[in-house]
């Protein structure tokens, strides 16, 4: 595997957060055929380790995700979550989406209480934490406005509120800052970085933006372009923590490494329009 980085590489000592193992997943056509998304795909992903995926447009990169967070049972291989079997949902993993997942009848302190709330907390105490949570993500002046009043960014520092407020050991990112421009999205992956860096939760994040893979993770995991997509670059990021994103995109160590994988990224992509050209 190119790049020489496996999740054993991290050390044993640490617990193993998510374990895909030879997952393949085929979903049922229309005309009866079978479409192989993803096809004997091997991940592992330490406990505090941060594990970014990219890939060609279609390469199953989500489809990994909803399989770590139990959303959908592969059709061969195992998913163990600190090494237990994953049978159902993963409680312990929160996911937080490319579109915002927010109530827009509720406001900015509601939907953030909210999980919560549903989980039985009492609501002065889920209200409480929540508007310490707004106040960890900046948003302490904005608990009244409901999402229609606030902006992309703004949107999304709740949605990251939302999930981050139960606590789960794991956190699933599908492609979160990518509606954003590239100021906001810069800030976005400065705020994430600085609240994982608090407790160190496994985080796996999709996304379409090498830069945004290097400057967030500690390894970048390539997929193949589709259809029966599966890993095949597994790249160590050895730059130093903490990161301001828009300074260590200057790092000379950044640009060979961006280099390295965009040779192999690259022809996937390419393989990957080829494919929506011809269909």
Known sequence: MAGGATATAQGNTQATAIALREVSVAFRLGGGGLYTAVERATLNVA??????????????????????????????????????????????????????????????????????????????EARARAQSWLMRVGLSAFGDRYPHMLSGGQRKRVGLAQVLIRDPKILLMDEPFGPLDAQTRQIMGN????????DRKAVLFVTHDLEEAIALSDRVVIMSAGPAARVIGDWRVKLARPRDIGEIKLDHAFHELHRDIWHMLKAEVIKGYAQTEGA
């Open 191 to 198: 705020l994430l970085l600085d609240l994982w860096s608090g």
């Open 47 to 124: 406990d505090g380790e941060f594990v970014a995926i990219v890939g060609p447009t279609g390469c199953g990169k989500s489809t990994l995700l909803n399989i770590a967070a139990g959303l959908i049972a592969p059709s061969s291989g195992r998913v163990d979550i600190f090494d237990s079997p994953l049978a159902a949902l993963n409680r312990q993993a929160g996911y937080l989406f490319q579109a915002d997942a927010l109530f827009p009848w509720k406001t900015a302190l509601e939907n953030v209480a909210i999980g919560l709330e549903t989980a039985g907390t009492p609501s002065v």
